[in-house]
């Protein structure tokens, strides 16, 4: 068992249990207690886990959804990186969906002060406001609109998505695991995120370098869904080729190689 794959599993033992034990860990996956306290370190550097006497406890912010505002400010310039290289992905009078990420956000703020022609649908209300006087064709989903994540949801949403077939759909997510496939954290607007994907001829994914190597509570699909992943730095080796084995596009700065 390769080390990623043992991570992975120590991490669904996290969310099943909610805490683990070294010497229950070691002997299950047949490895070193020692091997077990080096996954735990890295997973409690990373904000997964918390270490604890004899072996963690899952943090609770795995399963937390930021707010709207809090969530832009993270990033912000890994976020302008990426909306460079996705520009190179739309073409004039393409039809694109978005989500309510703030990536997306900063990618859209690029696409349309070089791209004309456009129509957005989107469940953003921070896109919808941003955007209403960009010269492109704006289309709410509607919906129940969440306070907290600026975000339209539930049925109205999902059944507006799927009136529509488009060029692209362009979203993010919380994390990227090559066992646990692409995960979020927010269930209601995973659903969505599953529909976009489905309506679109070509499926983009934004994802900055802290979203790789780590889980979040809900799974959305595998990278066998996803056509492009635009990042701001050039991912691992192990990673490059984990991506072409399911004929995943990558793009990244030029000066990250």
């Excluded at 609109?145 to 109205?156: A, C």
């Excluded at 679109?200 to 934004?206: D, F, G, H, P, T």
């Amino acid at each position: 068992m390769k080390a990623f794959e043992r991570r992975d599993l120590v991490i669904n033992e996290l969310y099943r249990h909610r805490k683990v034990h070294v010497a229950d860990l070691a002997q299950k996956f047949g490895v070193s207690e020692e091997t077990i306290r080096r996954d735990l370190d890295r997973l409690d550097k990373e904000g997964i886990a918390k270490k604890n006497y004899g072996g963690a406890i899952l943090n609770a912010h795995t399963n937390e959804d930021p707010s709207y505002s809090h969530r832009h400010q993270v990033n912000i310039e890994a976020k302008r990186m990426i909306a460079v290289r996705l520009l190179e992905l739309i073409n004039d009078g393409d039809s694109v969906m978005t989500d309510t990420s703030t990536t997306a956000f900063e990618g859209l703020r690029r696409i349309v002060e070089d791209r004309k022609n456009l129509t957005i649908i989107t469940n953003s209300l921070a896109v919808l406001s941003e955007f209403q006087h960009s010269g492109q064709k704006l289309i709410s989903t509607g919906g129940l609109l969440g306070p907290e994540t600026s975000s339209f949801v539930g049925p109205t949403a999902s059944q507006t998505i799927l009136k529509y077939n488009v060029d692209v759909a362009i979203f993010s997510c919380k994390a990227l695991s090559m066992t646990g496939g692409l995960c979020d954290s927010n269930e209601a607007e995973t659903e969505l995120k599953v529909l976009m994907q489905q309506q679109a001829s070509k499926v983009v994914l934004l994802a900055d370098h802290s979203k790789f190597d780590r889980i979040a509570f809900i799974r959305l699909f595998s990278f066998d869904k996803v056509d492009y992943i635009v990042t701001d730095q050039r991912p691992s080796e192990e990673w490059i080729e984990f991506l072409a084995k399911y004929q995943v596009s990558l793009l990244y700065p030029a000066d990250s190689q």
